[in-house]
């Protein structure tokens, strides 16, 4: 069973454009964490947000986290050709097992 | 390059056939996870072992088993293989448990079963 849900589950955008995709989840969290996965490639970790935290930045990273609507976003500006890859947020609930979304197929068009 | 080396890349067997998949994890990871990647299914966490021993169990068939050795390398098999395991599956590593801190992922054996 999938904890996360990635919203939208795909989406196309220029290059230069800001891109948001949204995660929600059903139960408590220590943390969430969103991962890129490039096609056909092993996942690549990109930022862990704490249950206590409500934002945090990597470069052209944004995260938000929201533990009361239960729900998170990933915001890249500036979006690149090179950001074009599906990325996924994980979050750590009962057990301490990390289970992922489905995730948001994105497209950058250059 | 995340550190986490999965052998083979690829793997073309017939049904209910057995293969052996195997992970060297990061330098210095004790925790070895393995995901199951389809189409349909997305990524399902199937088994975790810290240290040598069996930490926690996600959603893995009786058919499949894991191990890892004192080296910390860690193999995956798969047994009376059907259509439906064809997938991608992939190692993971961390220096802490599941969730408390990032998994490094191999780049995944490609599985097909024909």
């Known amino acids: 069973s999938q904890q996360g849900e990635e919203d939208p589950q795909a989406l196309s955008i220029q290059e230069g454009e800001n891109a948001t995709m949204n995660c929600s989840y059903k139960?408590?969290?220590?943390?969430l964490q969103w991962y890129r996965q490039n096609s056909g490639r092993g996942l690549v970790h990109l930022i862990l947000?704490?249950?206590?935290?409500r934002e945090k930045h990597s470069g052209r990273l944004r995260v938000t986290l929201d533990t009361s609507k239960k729900s998170s976003s990933l915001l890249i500006t500036a979006s690149r050709a090179a950001d074009t890859a599906s990325y996924f947020c994980?979050?750590?609930?009962?057990?301490?097992?990390?289970?992922f979304g489905g995730g948001t197929r994105l497209m950058v068009k250059p | 390059d995340s550190g986490v080396t999965q052998t083979p890349k690829h793997l073309i067997t017939a049904t209910g056939q057995r293969v052996t998949l195997r992970c060297s994890p990061r330098?210095?990871?004790?925790?070895v996870y393995w995901y199951q990647q389809s189409l349909d299914q997305g990524l399902q966490f199937l088994i975790q072992?810290?240290?040598?021993?069996?930490?926690a169990k996600g959603n893995i068939l009786e058919r499949f088993s894991a191990q890892q050795f004192p080296d910390l390398h860690s193999e995956l098999n798969l047994s009376s293989l059907e259509l439906g395991d064809s997938a991608l599956y992939f190692c993971?590593?961390?220096?802490?448990?599941?969730?408390?801190?990032?998994?490094?992922f191999g780049n995944g054996t490609r599985l097909t079963v024909t």
């Open positions: 994980a979050t750590d609930n009962a057990g301490n097992m990390l289970t």
């Open positions: 993971a590593s961390s220096a802490l448990g599941q969730g408390q801190a990032p998994l490094h």
């Open positions: 139960t408590s969290i220590n943390n």
């Open positions: 947000i704490r249950s206590n935290e």
């Open positions: 330098s210095g990871d004790l925790s």
């Open positions: 072992y810290y240290n040598g021993e069996e930490r």
